[in-house]
């Protein structure tokens, strides 16, 4: 969409009046949306009023979901392209400032993201995720896409049996010890279960807040997927998201 700078930008008190959408290409993309920052980071004086949209200059290939703030200064970008029909592929999500890191802006994009995949009946997007942005997908339930037994293993041995004394991880290292142990699982159903152990540790360690302590950090990164079926199991997660951050819109379960 392109901004209209002819018109000042104003603060003022979010109202929920129904997402606007057009189409472009065949494509259902969402109009400007104006949202704020969770009410705990405008306390702390780090919230914003921001403006999230999706740039005319949309191709059949791929887009760019945009976000500035209320003075029209660029905050963040996030670049999609699309697989083939059904499949969103992220290429980047980035903060222009790293002032603006822990905002929320990363969060509003990625809501995007999810909005623009729903809408358009699209099945997942896909991703490579680098070590330090992990646990960030991971809070939007996205699941680790690792496909060679070697590296997944060790991850399973690096960041989990390695934790197996602590309590958080009790229940986790047990899965992980029975996993390594039992080498009569065909290979295929081996390292989707190794995938689903590896995913509920990273739910684990943001669950507890670990996630910004080195300790707790992954290396060097892998794939990660974001399948609608796993957005809309967790429809009351996201739609508190959306609440928070001010954007009219619910995840249902009638999205198929």
């Known amino acids: 969409m392109q901004v209209n700078t002819n018109y000042p930008r104003q603060r003022k008190q979010l109202s929920f009046t129904q997402l606007p959408f057009r189409r472009l290409n065949g ?4 109009e400007e949306i104006h949202c704020q920052s969770p009410a705990k980071l405008l306390e702390r004086g780090n919230g914003r009023d921001y403006f999230v949209r999706i740039e005319d200059n949309y191709t059949p290939d791929e887009f760019y979901i945009k976000i500035d703030d209320i003075n029209f200064t660029p905050v963040g970008e996030s670049k999609l392209s699309f697989k083939d029909n059904k499949t ?3 290429d980047n999500i980035d903060i222009i400032s790293r002032n603006l890191k822990h905002c929320g802006a990363g969060t509003i994009m990625r809501l995007g993201e999810i909005i623009t995949m729903l809408e358009n009946d699209i099945d997942k997007i896909e991703l490579h995720s680098l070590g330090q942005a992990v646990y960030f ?5 996205f699941e680790p896409v690792i496909n060679d037994i070697n ?3 060790n991850y399973i041995r690096t960041d989990i049996l390695s934790r197996e004394n602590d309590k958080r991880f009790e229940q986790i290292a047990k899965c992980a010890k029975e996993w390594e142990k039992d080498s009569t699982i065909p290979a295929a159903e081996r390292l989707k ?3 689903k152990i590896l995913y509920n540790y990273l739910q684990t360690v943001n669950k507890f807040k670990l ?3 080195e300790e ?3 290396y060097p990164g892998f794939d990660m997927v974001l399948k609608k079926e796993k957005v809309i199991d967790n429809m009351e997660y996201f739609n508190k998201l959306f609440e928070k951050f001010g954007i009219d819109y619910q995840v249902k379960a009638s999205v198929c």
């Open 27 to 30: 494509i259902k993309l969402f």
């Open 137 to 141: 997908h991971s809070k939007f339930k």
């Open 193 to 195: 279960r190794g995938n």
């Open 211 to 213: 996630n910004h302590d």
């Open 216 to 218: 707790f950090q992954i």
């Open 151 to 153: 590296q997944l293993t």
């Open 88 to 90: 969103l592929y992220n």
